[in-house]
């Protein structure tokens, strides 16, 4: 099982994704002018501000050379994991429903939040229960999801933030999202950034071990 | 191009404009919106609801205007 983690010019949160990946499977880089996945079983599209977020974020970020692959990889079954900025990518590049806007508060937020696990049966949540609350930061300007009525069936609703715990005025709490098949996620908390106790919380660490948990 | 939020698409920006006006003293101000500019010249001006559609605007959640100028400076 080997993770690839892109990294785009101004990503910055490639390294600690890579670690986090790490600490169940192979991972390595992907570099954003390759075109080649170099065999990987997962990708993983991480945090930052992907070609400056110029234009929109994510909007340029999805036209790269390697994301026409991942794109490809993505409808042919393959699990993508966008954290963030990479959430933002694939909702740009169609793999996910919705959009993410500016946070309500035209703030940036920087926090740990809760999150609750309301789809446990995507390969990205597969080491959680239904129900279960994971303790995750969040870092951003632009996290409040929108879907239009009626494009975001609720068994694609895979994290939703706990009461009280919605740092951006994302609609119906919306934390994380799949696609359809269930093998795309895209999530704004952070959960590379909670993969050891010593920083408040490994919680982050159950998406990357559900991913390392599909088949190679 | 003149590209703007769409109606009924939470818009802070434009929100926050709106209460800062009569904070001036400018009354009866409302539906303050924010959006983006974006200036271009082209030869054939027929591909511009095309570059809107695929890039220049996300059109789940922004609406797009063009307006062509004949004097390009």
């Given at each position: 099982?080997?993770?690839?983690?892109?990294?785009?010019?101004?990503?910055?949160?490639?390294?600690?994704?890579?670690?986090?990946?790490?600490?169940?499977?192979?991972a390595?880089?992907?570099?954003?002018?390759?075109?080649?996945?170099?065999?990987?079983?997962?990708?993983?599209?991480?945090?930052?501000?992907?070609?400056?977020?110029?234009?929109?974020?994510?909007?340029?970020?999805?036209?790269?050379?390697?994301?026409?692959?991942?794109?490809?990889?993505?409808?042919?079954?393959?699990?993508?994991?966008?954290?963030?900025?990479?959430?933002?990518?694939?909702?740009?590049?169609?793999l996910?429903?919705?959009a993410?806007?500016?946070?309500?508060?035209?703030r940036?937020?920087?926090r740990?939040?809760?999150?609750?696990?309301?789809?446990?049966?995507?390969?990205?949540?597969?080491?959680?229960?239904?129900?279960?609350?994971?303790?995750?930061?969040?870092?951003?300007?632009?996290?409040?999801?929108?879907?239009?009525?009626?494009?975001?069936?609720?068994?694609?609703v895979?994290?939703?933030?706990?009461?009280?715990?919605?740092?951006?005025?994302?609609?119906?709490?919306?934390?994380?999202?799949?696609?359809?098949g269930?093998?795309?996620?895209?999530?704004?908390?952070?959960?590379?950034?909670?993969?050891d106790?010593?920083?408040?919380?490994?919680d982050?660490?159950?998406?990357?071990?559900?991913?390392?948990?599909?088949?190679? | 191009?003149?590209?703007?939020?769409?109606?009924?698409?939470?818009?802070?920006?434009g929100?926050?404009?709106?209460?800062?006006?009569?904070?001036?003293g400018?009354?009866?101000?409302?539906?303050?919106?924010?959006g983006?500019?974006?200036e271009?010249?082209?030869?054939d001006?027929?591909?511009?609801?095309?570059?809107?559609?695929?890039?220049?605007?996300?059109?789940?959640?922004?609406?797009?205007?063009?307006?062509?100028?004949?004097?390009?400076?």
């Amino acid at each position: 099982m080997k993770f690839g983690v892109v990294r785009f010019p101004g990503s910055c949160d490639e390294v600690d994704a890579l670690m986090a990946c790490r600490r169940f499977a192979d991972a390595d880089l992907l570099w954003h002018g390759d075109r080649d996945l170099s065999g990987v079983d997962a990708v993983v599209v991480p945090g930052g501000f992907s070609y400056g977020d110029y234009l929109r974020v994510g909007a340029i970020a999805r036209f790269s050379p390697l994301m026409e692959s991942v794109i490809e990889f993505a409808r042919a079954g393959g699990p993508v994991l966008g954290i963030c900025n990479g959430f933002q990518v694939l909702c740009e590049a169609g793999l996910l429903p919705g959009a993410l806007l500016p946070n309500d508060s035209l703030r940036f937020v920087c926090r740990q939040v809760e999150v609750i696990v309301e789809n446990p049966g995507t390969p990205f949540t597969r080491a959680c229960e239904a129900g279960d609350t994971l303790s995750i930061p969040v870092k951003h300007t632009t996290g409040c999801y929108y879907a239009p009525p009626g494009t975001l069936p609720d068994e694609q609703v895979v994290l939703r933030y706990a009461p009280g715990h919605n740092p951006n005025g994302s609609m119906d709490d919306v934390a994380g999202v799949c696609n359809v098949g269930g093998n795309v996620m895209g999530l704004m908390p952070h959960p590379e950034h909670a993969v050891d106790p010593l920083t408040g919380s490994a919680d982050g660490g159950r998406l990357f071990e559900s991913l390392a948990m599909v088949p190679a | 191009m003149l590209i703007r939020p769409k109606a009924g698409i939470l818009d802070p920006q434009g929100q926050a404009v709106e209460r800062a006006l009569p904070a001036l003293g400018f009354e009866g101000v409302a539906n303050v919106h924010v959006g983006r500019l974006i200036e271009l010249d082209v030869e054939d001006a027929s591909q511009v609801p095309q570059m809107c559609e695929r890039l220049l605007a996300n059109p789940l959640i922004e609406e797009y205007e063009v307006v062509e100028l004949e004097d390009a400076a």
